[in-house]
């Protein structure tokens, strides 16, 4: 109760406490202790609050917190009966709606309505969402991909909820002045929608929207390049034929340089002529490594050695990362027609 001027006003609030336990006892004396620091804080606050305490037991169906209704046990689950325990404490379970009686639960209904569930009949993505109609029964049927989502989400709840698929034309584009509007007075006729709509701003004023289950934007389904049987030959493809062969033929190239300039002044680049070209060829696809031995004399010889094995580190750590790519990731055919889409 509020106190102003001597006349008691009363307000609205309350607090559920269990004074069983020691957090709710706590509870009890926080609370006038919060109210001295606020009434200390607002000098100039005229009101006063009465705090007032009732025991909820006394109360019967009002009563709120915890009850004991029975005991549990793992062989029968919640027993009203024990050989060991007093049943004095027990008291009657509360159903919802103040009630003592246990409800019926879910049945199917017999005689409910139907809930009327738009489709949009509109051309183009029929995976999500295409609705045909039988010659014969004049029947309206609702395939495609949201429709077996929505389907399968209405068969997992725990009752029966009887519904049926109405059709509805998508307003044009070019013919309605204000789209949205045009579509708010379609879909105010139906109980839910399901199809690929987008989520805007103004159509959420009107319409609660689940979570998109697949992913925003544009995207395309390719087939996928099967090389199964030709993995044996994958460590080829990261380069092609062309630069395989410039490479080659700087690889000679190179040791052609770093003997002439060595030849004449380095003892491991001399000796029989089968010796020199050995060493070259040698010298220069251990650069692949960095496992060259040869000792570097000439200082022209050391500045081309150097360059080389820059070139040679930027060729390895692409042609790895091609490979790379190609074990782990799928590829995917170029599409030079739109039928392959």
């Not at 809930?115 to 395939?143: M, Q, S, W, Y």
């Not at 997992?156 to 307003?171: D, N, R």
């Amino acid at each position: 109760m509020a106190m102003a001027q001597n006349t008691a006003i009363p307000v609205n609030a309350g607090v559920v406490l269990d004074f069983d336990t020691s957090l709710g006892k706590m509870g009890l004396s926080c609370i006038p202790l919060a109210l001295s620091d606020f009434y200390a804080s607002h000098g100039n606050y005229k009101a006063r609050l009465v705090l007032k305490t009732r025991d909820s037991r006394d109360v019967g169906t009002t009563a709120a917190g915890e009850r004991g209704v029975g005991f549990w046990t793992t062989e029968n689950g919640i027993v009203r009966r024990s050989n060991t325990t007093s049943m004095a404490n027990l008291r009657a379970i509360m159903w919802p709606g103040e009630s003592t009686s246990v409800p019926k639960g879910w049945v199917f209904p017999t005689n409910g309505k139907k809930l009327k569930i738009g489709v949009p009949e509109k051309k183009g993505f029929c995976e999500f969402v295409k609705v045909t109609r039988d010659p014969i029964t004049n029947k309206t049927k609702a395939t495609g991909y949201c429709i077996a989502i929505f389907d399968a989400v209405m068969a997992t709840l725990p009752y029966a909820v009887p519904y049926e698929y109405v059709p509805f034309k998508m307003p044009d584009r070019k013919a309605a002045s204000n789209k949205d509007e045009l579509f708010q007075g379609h879909v105010l006729k139906y109980d839910a929608l399901v199809g690929d709509f987008t989520i805007l701003a103004s159509r959420s004023l009107y319409l609660d929207f689940t979570l998109p289950y697949t992913d925003s934007g544009v995207s395309m389904i390719v087939p996928i390049i099967d090389n199964r049987s030709k993995r044996a030959w994958v460590f080829l493809k990261p380069l092609t034929w062309d630069l395989w062969v410039t490479s080659a033929c700087f690889f000679v190239f190179i040791g052609f340089v770093i003997w002439t300039l060595e030849h004449r002044t380095n003892e491991d680049f001399r000796g029989p002529r089968s010796h020199q070209v050995g060493t070259m060829f040698w010298f220069s696809f251990s650069t692949l490594v960095f496992a060259q031995k040869e000792r570097i004399v000439s200082d022209l010889a050391r500045i081309a050695v150097i360059i080389w094995l820059f070139v040679v580190l930027i060729l390895t750590q692409s042609y790895t990362a091609s490979l790379t790519s190609m074990l782990t990731v799928q590829q995917f055919n170029s599409l030079t027609q739109l039928s392959l889409i």
